[in-house]
């Protein structure tokens, strides 16, 4: 089946870093991904959508300069928290859509970020 | 705007017995359904979809319906299992035949008792 590979898993950065997140598809192309965050005990809330080739699509209200994501390769797509406060720990959550909807949005296994 | 609401934050069932968790939507715009089942610290796993054309799709212990006409399905597991217990989301998009953004519910715990 359709993997998504996310790393790293969990993270811990001091206020003002930066951190990076990776999110692989591992044996399918995907040419679009998503980029979720989840608060506790709350829904998964899309970000931005991730083209390859061309620039995210940002949700309303998601500072797309400070959440920067690339998707360089069809296999890869980054999101960048710049300048971490503590308000951006949450749980990042990467989806890899492939070209049927009947196979689903194959999901990675999510960031849990803390900025302290 | 909650687009995709689960009403019921949590549900506590016997082992055995069956599980239904309910989802309702308001953009008619939306014609194809996702359930999801999602672990504390995990990404959400996909269990089943439905597309706006049909009004029932079973996979194994899994059963999803929709009522196009009251923007309402549910899911249904038979019979219930303690691995079943999880988070689980309901979500929303357009089939477009080109990848489309979800839109999920606010999900509903699950729980399974022996």
């Known amino acids: 089946g359709a993997v998504v590979s996310q790393h790293p898993s969990w993270v811990i950065c001091k206020s003002g870093t930066s951190v990076k997140i990776e999110c692989r598809s591992l044996d399918f192309q995907a040419t679009t991904m998503f980029w979720y965050r989840q608060f506790p005990k709350q829904s998964l809330m899309l970000m931005a959508t991730s083209n390859e080739g061309s620039k995210a699509t940002y949700e309303q209200g998601v500072e797309k300069d400070k959440f920067l994501i690339n998707h360089a390769s069809l296999t890869l797509s980054t999101l960048t928290v710049t300048s971490a406060h503590p308000e951006d720990s949450s749980f990042y959550i990467c989806?890899?859509?492939?070209?049927?909807?009947?196979?689903?949005?194959?999901f990675g296994s999510g960031t849990r970020l803390t900025v302290v | 705007d909650q687009q995709v609401k689960q009403n019921s934050p949590s549900l506590s069932v016997q082992e055995g017995r069956i599980s239904i968790l309910n989802c309702d939507y308001t953009?008619?715009?939306?014609?194809?359904f996702l359930w999801y089942k999602k672990y504390p610290a995990e990404g959400p796993t996909f269990l089943i979809s439905?597309?706006?054309?049909?009004d029932k799709n079973e996979d194994g212990r899994f059963t999803v319906f929709l009522n196009k006409s009251a923007k309402h399905l549910s899911l249904h597991i038979v019979p219930s299992q303690p691995g079943d217990s999880a988070v689980y989301f309901c979500?929303?998009?357009?089939?477009?035949?080109?990848?489309?953004?979800?839109?999920f519910g606010t999900g509903t715990r699950l729980q399974v008792t022996l």
């Open positions: 953009n008619s715009m939306f014609d194809y």
């Open positions: 439905i597309s706006s054309i049909k």
């Open positions: 989806s890899a859509a492939q070209t049927s909807p009947n196979y689903g949005y194959t």
């Open positions: 979500a929303a998009t357009l089939n477009t035949g080109t990848a489309s953004k979800l839109t």
